[in-house]
T-cell receptor, first 115, second 115 residues
Framework: AQSVTQLDSHVSVSEGTPVLLRCNYS??????LFWYVQHPNKGLQLLLK??????LVKGINGFEAEFKKSETSFHLTKPSAHMSDAAEYFC?????????????FGKGTRLSVIA | DTGVSQNPRHKITKRGQNVTFRCDPI?????LYWYRQTLGQGPEFLTY????????KSRLLSDRFSAERPKGSFSTLEIQRTEQGDSAMYLC?????????????FGPGTRLTVL
């Protein structure tokens, strides 16, 4: 069975400072890992995805995530937060070798950005 | 806008009534998923289709819930005899069968409120 643990339910940063959203996963298979963002009253938007190519994955809006198999982690980072980054972020795992499995979401981390 | 549309965007109903939601996936996508998201939680898988065949159902999908995808294009999710616990955001996602990493594209969701 697959699972995702997002270690912080809420993170608050000042505008212009770095962002770190932490995620640990559990998977019996080779995982695909994703980060999705959800702005208020908007749909889920894919930020980035890991699919076994490079372990450091670059996404949209300056976000990055690094896959660390030894630590079973896939933390999301951004060097400098912007006010528009305030949203809910979800870490997601899926079995890469089977396209039939649904996505398994973490509970989410709410990012607040203070001016 | 991912190209996945859902209607209605909001639905308010009284306990005991039936409701039906519609999802139109990206036109060439042959997989279609339904998820449910309650307040403060990540989305949870309900069911999925490959073309018109319903291939998997979650334990969350009680017998009051039924989903169809009659021609392998749009899908409907019906909830009979709604209960207050059904209040949630219902999300639809679609993907291509050839997608090796199971990347799914989400619609904006239908927010259901049961009074």
């Amino acid at each position: 069975a697959q699972s995702v643990t997002q270690l912080d339910s809420h993170v608050s940063v000042s505008e212009g400072t770095p962002v770190l959203l932490r995620c640990n996963y559990s998977s019996s298979y080779s995982p695909s890992l994703f980060w999705y963002v959800q702005h208020p009253n908007k749909g889920l938007q894919l930020l980035l995805k890991y699919t076994s190519a490079a372990t450091l994955v670059k996404g949209i809006n300056g976000f990055e995530a690094e896959f660390k198999k030894s630590e079973t982690s896939f933390h999301l980072t951004k060097p400098s937060a912007h006010m528009s980054d305030a949203a809910e972020y979800f870490c997601v795992v899926s079995d890469r070798n089977s396209g039939n499995t649904p996505l398994v979401f973490g509970k989410g981390t709410r990012l607040s950005v203070i001016a | 806008d991912t190209g996945v549309s859902q209607n209605p965007r909001h639905k308010i109903t009284k306990r005991g009534q039936n409701v039906t939601f519609r999802c139109d996936p990206i036109s060439e996508h042959n997989r279609l998923y339904w998820y449910r998201q309650t307040l403060g939680q990540g989305p949870e898988f309900l069911t999925y289709f490959q073309n018109e065949a319903q291939l998997e159902k979650s334990r969350l999908l009680s017998d009051r819930f039924s989903a169809e995808r009659p021609k392998g294009s749009f899908s409907t999710l019906e909830i009979q005899r709604t209960e207050q616990g059904d209040s949630a955001m219902y999300l639809c996602a679609s993907s291509l069968i050839t997608t090796v990493n199971n990347e799914q594209f989400f619609g904006p969701g239908t927010r259901l409120t049961v009074l």
